[in-house]
């Protein structure tokens, strides 16, 4: 069962979606019904990159209280950039951070 934050969350991935892609495909949303949503975000990471998403990664404190996103992805001149998203408490609003640096860049 899915709690308030778990909804939140799930609401602000379907928005990514949205606003990225300009619409949530049947492979998203069966991964959002999951509350899966961190795969959800991969997911919309791999649609829109393609080829030039080369790694992501995540990381946690040992206390578990902060969480760090990160990805590399080929620019046009064929270099990596890195892109950094940190958030105190939820794993999928710190690939959310991420994703808005990374599209936005």
Not at 3 to 9: I, L, P
Not at 72 to 78: F, M, P, S, V
């Amino acid at each position: 069962m899915t709690n308030r934050s778990d909804v939140s969350e799930i609401e602000l991935c379907r928005e990514a979606w949205l606003s990225f892609a300009g619409a949530v495909p049947h492979e998203a949303e069966q991964t959002l019904a999951r509350n899966e949503c961190f795969f959800a975000l991969i997911l919309l990471l791999e649609r829109q990159l393609g080829g030039r998403l080369v790694r992501w990664r995540v990381e946690f404190t040992d206390d578990g209280s902060r969480y760090r996103s990160q990805v590399w992805i080929r620019n046009a001149a064929g270099d990596l950039d890195a892109h950094e998203g940190r958030h105190d408490s939820s794993l999928v609003r710190s690939m959310l951070a991420v994703i808005n640096r990374s599209f936005h860049a």
